[in-house]
């Protein structure tokens, strides 16, 4: 089965100069790089692009940015979320979604909305677009769950609602949506650390932040692990787990932006409320790069 987006993909940070403006040149970079170390697909203005913090210009910029530079050469995935589904579909009016080739969703946060509220937010947004849509699942962001039942709803009533990205932790969850997801339907990781457990119960793919500092070794992983060479795929995760596992130390994109600036790809600055790794955590980071 050829699922519309498997394999490795990576969520783009957003790169700025030192007066916190968007750095394009640093993202141009970054979008090379990922391509050349074999990325699947890009994920514009997801959680790791530090998007709460752009201006809705800004994210657009951002977006188009990643469409020209990449010009075709990957699908482009953008990322439409959040907890006023009608400011949501309104979205859909501003971005240009004629060049993009999927929307990845995050579950409503702080809202708190019970299965039924979710079902109805995602349905508005299906019936609003036809663009494959990747739901997103992270409990420890948004406090909401998307059960099982409630995702698998949604894939058997929208065709065009292609894959879930699971980041709950949770490997029975998985479980059940690998068993009962339609044909149409993928399960992909959004736990890079788990990902290699998770093929083994036949997830798809992963949506990477780990792929904008290690993308030759993580995207070879990826692909050798769905190509079932199995020992191959286990030697690079053990060789990346401890640096992988660093990057999230204090909070994404925290960890990622502090090896970027250390490989020379862009620099270490964020936007509050996020700040900078500390000083033992960067010297942890630049050790676990050197082991690479």
Excluded: W
């Amino acid at each position: 089965m050829s699922y519309t987006f498997q394999g490795a993909g990576v969520a783009l940070v957003t790169p700025f100069h030192q007066d916190e403006s968007v750095d394009f040149d640093a993202l141009g970079r970054i979008v090379d790089r990922v391509i050349a170390g074999g990325v699947d697909f890009l994920v514009a203005l997801g959680t790791t692009a530090e998007t709460p913090t752009l201006s809705k210009e800004e994210k657009k910029q951002v977006l188009e940015f990643i469409i020209q530079h990449n010009n075709g050469r990957k699908p482009i995935v953008v990322g439409i979320g959040g907890n006023n589904t009608r400011e949501l579909i309104d979205t859909l009016h501003y971005y240009p979604m004629h060049r993009v080739d999927g929307i990845l969703s995050v579950a409503p946060y702080y809202n708190k909305p019970g299965q039924e509220g979710i079902y109805r937010h995602f349905k508005a947004l299906a019936e609003a677009t036809d663009k494959p849509i990747i739901l997103y699942n992270v409990p420890g962001r948004t406090v909401t769950n998307i059960l099982p039942e409630t995702v698998l709803r949604l894939a058997r009533e929208f065709s065009h609602i292609v894959a879930v990205k699971e980041a709950s932790g949770n490997i029975p969850q998985c479980m059940e949506l690998v068993k009962n997801a339609p044909e149409h339907f993928a399960v992909l990781s959004g736990d890079d650390n788990l990902f290699l457990a998770q093929v083994a119960i036949g997830m798809k793919g992963v949506i990477s932040v780990a792929v904008n500092c290690y993308p030759h070794d993580f995207c070879k992983m990826v692909h050798h692990a769905l190509n079932n060479e199995t020992e191959a795929a286990r030697a690079l995760h053990y060789q990346m787990l401890h640096a992988v596992n660093l990057l999230f130390a204090e909070g994404n994109p925290t960890g990622v932006k502090a090896v970027l600036a250390h490989q020379g790809v862009s620099q270490n600055v964020l936007r509050l409320p996020l700040i900078p790794a500390s000083e033992t955590l960067q010297s942890a980071l630049a050790a676990a790069y050197q082991g690479q």
